[in-house]
């Protein structure tokens, strides 16, 4: 929508004094952009509808109309005013320090170079700010500073620069450079430039990373200054994983999986089934374990704060097609932020899923979702994206996906469970039938309608997580490629060390009379009958035989 041209200029906030206090929070006009932002809550508010036709004929300026979230609004008025500040501050109208912040910025610059570091990054948290140095392929941390020293940092560091916009705007990604005479001294000859908001972003949280080129001449003379370095800040806490429901072989897989250097880590499932969960306690464990490499994830919402992340929040999306866009967009600007490792909220289309790869392709280490139901259907998912750019021949590849986790939640039972009925009609006769072929019944047991007192009725104690893990190899994407998905399944799930599925675990779970057996069904899948299970291993076991036999023939018949 736009508003007509007339003549006069009114000033914002004269505009906005035409609504009272409350439904001035609603609104925000940018003068700069010439944009109105309103709350979409409050789209045809004929008080609203008022106030626009009034300005339209009291203003001269062309505005056009956005609507979006209230919590996305109330940011970008955050971000106004904090540009504000800065603009003040930065003219000497108010708050002394940017001639000092502008002194901080150079020695900062000079100090990395004699340091040799590739690059500076410095994260704006929510009550501080942290200075990283690369050095060596290993992040450091050299000094904190309070927010007000941090924000004037960024601000002068950026307005250093010679190609880049010439507004400081915190609420956007912008890329900047800085050459020339603000080098002089610092034994640099170029550095590159990337910030902008990160979580929180309500709260000033931000991010700006510095790639440092040397210059032709070496770094500067003398020892390097003397600095505190120090290890980044880890994680605390205990690893949950073993609390879950993953046993000790499927963490000792996932460990291994998350400890490659790069490549892709899929974990798969419907929404609710804990994925963010693990990857989670994943993200964790690396902060841990690699506390020198930097992690950073692309959410919708950010679900788990990761103080030693940091963390693109998807925003100012109100359709699914918007927030697709956003999420490419912050992939791909990812990517220049000098991450080691990367956690995707989800690969929700073809150039997400593009990006993901190529990230895992070029040293990345990277972890996301995928909505599908079985884990072996990962190629067939991404090949329904676009059948030509995600062709099995791109995405059956071991060095790339390294591994895919399928998993779902089910209910733990209370103790005031009661015995199961074996002809229990929630899941009828054939499901009966095939969930008491597995073994002996008698401790199964099922939720009690009513619940008890410690339970509230519900007749659940906790959940847990039922997950099947797999760890690829050249032998299982050879067999997707050549005799397709049901025949790798089939041959992988053949393996000695291969895990069970997720239907086989939840059924030993329920023998022992931890979950209910109708909970299988409606949480995971149909239970199939133990015979027809393992005549699909001695299927699968034939043909792997069967192939090794081939091509050691073959093998020794190139060696003759």
Known sequence: MIFPKRSGRHANDRSLLQLNAEQQKHLFVDDASETIYMDAARRGDPSFVTWLDWHSRHTGRFF????????????????????????????????????????KALELLKTAAALRASDIHVIRRMDHTEIYLRIKKNRVLMEDLSPKAGDELLVAMYRLGSSQDSTYKPGETQDGGISGQNLDGTGLENTRIVRGPAYPAMNDGGFMMLRLQPSATG?????????????????????????????????????????????LLLLTGPTGSGKTTTIFELAQWLGRTKPNKLLI???????????????????????????????????????RMDPDMLMIGEIRDVEVALA????????????????????????????????????????????????????RLVPILCSCAIPWPAEDERMGPQACEAFMSWGAHDRARMRKPDGCPKCKGTGVADLIAVAEIVQTDEELMNDIVTS???????????????????????????????????????????????????????????????????ANAILGESNA
């Open 356 to 407: 993901a790869i190529d990230a895992a392709q070029t040293g990345h280490f990277v972890m996301s979702t995928l909505h599908i139901e079985d884990p072996f259907d990962y190629a067939l998912r991404l090949e329904n994206m676009d059948n030509q750019r995600l062709a099995y021949r791109v995405t059956c590849n071991s060095t790339v996906i390294r591994g895919v986790v399928a998993q």
């Open 64 to 103: 056009a109309l956005s609507y979006e979230a209230y919590p996305d609004l109330q940011q970008r008025r955050e971000a106004a005013r904090r540009h504000a500040r800065v603009t003040q501050s930065d003219t000497g109208q108010s708050e002394p320090g940017g001639e000092s912040a502008r002194a």
């Open 484 to 550: 397709g998905v049901a025949v790798a399944r089939r041959r992988y799930r053949s393996r000695p060390d291969a895990d069970p599925s997720m239907v086989e675990r939840a059924v030993r779970l329920a023998l022992e009379g931890r979950i209910d057996p109708a909970s299988i069904i409606s949480e995971i899948a149909q239970i199939p009958f133990r015979d027809q299970v393992e005549l699909d291993r001695l299927r699968g076991k034939a043909e792997r035989e069967a192939a090794r036999r081939k």
């Open 219 to 263: 770094r500067i003379q003398g020892s390097p200054p003397a600095v505190s370095l120090r290890q980044p800040r880890q994680p605390g806490g205990e690893f949950m994983l073993p609390k879950y429901g993953f046993d000790e072989k499927q963490i000792r897989k996932l460990l291994y999986i998350a400890s490659n250097p790069s490549g």
């Open 297 to 335: 994830t692309i959410e919708q919402p950010v679900e788990y704060p990761m103080p030693w992340a940091v963390q693109l929040e998807v925003s100012n999306a109100l359709t699914t097609e918007e927030a697709g866009r956003r999420f490419r967009e912050l992939l791909r600007y990812s990517l």
